[in-house]
Structures are given as structure tokens and as C-alpha cells.
């Protein structure tokens, strides 16, 4: 389970970016962070790996502090949680295969990775986790012969054959077009029900959000404004979340209606 309790991050040039933020998310769950640019979602995501500390509060991660950890614990828990970035983060030059096994070595030099000696079980793992995302015929081709949709593919297999318990995703599908979106997004839903992983992802295509996660959270200046089901966004909802006002007051004249 991730939980921030009170949670706030302010960055050295001031900018607050989280305010106070309280939210619970089980093993397992799909959620989609929404809200408008700025909001806080990036900043939100890389908390949960420590790629951003936290200002104040606490950030705990399946019985780990989070915001406790240092040094070497850091990298050994950011071996659980896996990181999908718009701009993919693969190795263009080298194959599929040597991208997906790099992960089984974070921590070794670059040079160390490319040419490194992988054990036939690593190898196993890396063409399994290619299969998983339809791309395993492509797995001794170099990734900068590939399309983006087959790249952020190759990342998502990257991920799964460190075998983490959670994958956080940073626009995921922002740079694909909208066929190829919808199959990185059958990627996660599938990985996500097959394995029980909890897959939090921040996207800007807020029909996409709805169709895929079963709960987001909308978040806006730094704060949750909400959290729910899927199924129970509406255009009310959207508006509170994007604009801080709902097309229809509440019967009392109130402009705001809060949904945590
Ligand atoms: N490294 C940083 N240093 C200083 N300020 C930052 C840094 N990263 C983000 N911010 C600021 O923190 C706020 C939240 O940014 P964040 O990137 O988390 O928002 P976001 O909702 O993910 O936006 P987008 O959808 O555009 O990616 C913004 O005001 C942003 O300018």
C-alpha cells in the first residue's frame, strides 16, 4: 500500500507543489492522476520512488518510509517500483533484448550494461516480459528502428522484468497517437489484471482516464479535489477538478462542491 500522510513539497525555488496531501492506494489498484499542467501530478508520482523528496508529512510504501530512506536503501527500493517516462528512457543504439536485461543491472556503469553477460534465466525474463507486450519479435532489433508505440513497449517490458510490485507511469502516452495509446493502455490494464501490480499513471487525456483506471484523483494547485471512481466522474466533477467551479451550485448558492 502507498500512503501519504499530510503530505507537502515545496521546491527550492518556492513553488509549492503538493499541499497537504492524504491518499490511500491498495495493492493492485488502477489509478489515473488528472488534473491541469502544474497541478502537482508529476511531482506527486516521483515522490512515491524518491525521484523528489517530500518537504513534509510522511510517504509510506508497503511498511517502508519512504522519505526516511538514504543512500543505497534508496536505489534497493527503487528496485520495486517501476518508471515509465513520455520520452520512453531506452538506449536507442542498442537492441530490445539489451534494454529489457539493463534492468536486471541498475547499478552497474553504462558501459557495463552494453556489454555486460546476462545468465539464461535474465534472458528468459527479458524475451517473457517482451511477449507480454506483443513485442517479441523484435527483440534483437535496434530501438531507434522502432516506432514510438513499439518503444514505450519496449520500456513497459523493461519494467516488468524487474518485477515490480508497483508501476508509476509520467504521461505514458502523451507523445503516441491515439491508436497506439489505447494499445500501451490494453498493456497496462492487461499487466495490471494479470499480475496484481498497482499502476499509477498521470495522463492529460482525461477520456482515456476514465475508460481505463477504476479511481482518479483530480488533483489541482497541489491539492487532491478528488478522489473516486471512474464511473462517477462527470461533467460536474471535471469542472471542479479543471476550473474549481461546477456548471450547477449547489441549491444553497455555494459555488464549490467538494469532493474529498
Ligand atoms: N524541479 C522543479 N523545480 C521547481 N519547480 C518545479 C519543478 N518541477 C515542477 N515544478 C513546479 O511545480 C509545480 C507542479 O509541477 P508538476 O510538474 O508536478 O505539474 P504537472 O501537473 O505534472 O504538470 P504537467 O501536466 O504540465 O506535467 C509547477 O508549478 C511546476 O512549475
Known amino acids: 500500500m502507498i500512503e501519504f500522510i499530510n503530505v507537502g513539497k515545496t521546491y527550492p525555488n518556492n513553488v509549492r507543489a503538493l499541499d497537504n496531501i492524504n491518499l490511500k492506494i491498495e495493492k493492485g489498484e488502477f489509478v489515473a492522476i488528472i488534473g491541469l499542467s502544474g497541478a502537482g501530478k ?18 509510506i510504501v508497503d511498511g517502508v518510509k519512504v522519505d526516511a530512506l538514504k543512500g543505497k536503501e534508496i536505489r534497493t527500493f527503487r528496485q520495486r517500483i517501476g518508471m515509465i517516462f513520455q520520452s ?31 545468465s539464461k534465466d535474465q534472458k528468459i525474463r527479458a524475451l517473457t516480459a517482451l511477449d507480454k507486450v506483443g513485442i517479441l519479435d523484435k527483440a534483437y532489433v535496434r530501438v531507434d528502428q522502432l516506432s514510438g508505440g513499439q518503444q514505450q513497449r519496449v520500456a513497459l517490458a523493461r519494467t516488468l522484468a524487474q518485477q515490480p510490485d508497483i508501476i508509476l507511469a509520467d504521461e505514458p502516452i502523451a507523445s503516441l497517437d491515439p491508436v497506439t495509446a489505447r494499445q500501451v493502455m490494453d498493456d497496462f490494464t492487461r499487466i495490471n489484471r494479470e499480475t496484481d501490480m498497482s499502476i499509477i499513471l498521470n495522463i492529460h487525456h482525461v477520456e482515456m482516464a476514465l475508460e481505463y483506471a477504476e479511481r482518479i484523483i483530480g488533483v489541482r494547485e497541489g491539492r487532491v479535489v478528488y478522489d473516486g471512481k471512474a464511473e462517477d466522474v462527470n461533467q460536474d466533477v471535471l469542472d471542479f477538478i479543471y476550473n474549481g467551479k461546477t456548471g450547477s451550485p449547489e441549491p444553497d448558492g455555494r459555488e464549490e462542491k467538494y469532493y474529498v
Do not use: A, Q, Y
Request: aromatic share 10%; net charge positive; hydrophobic share 45%.
Open 42 to 59: 508529476s511531482t506527486l508520482i516521483r515522490c512515491i520512488n524518491r525521484m523528489h523528496d517530500i518537504s513534509e508529512g510522511e510517504l
Open 88 to 118: 520512453f528512457n531506452l538506449v536507442t543504439r542498442i537492441s530490445v533484448l539489451k534494454n529489457v536485461l539493463v534492468s536486471f543491472v541498475p547499478e552497474l556503469p553504462f558501459w557495463r550494461k552494453v556489454t555486460g553477460i546476462f
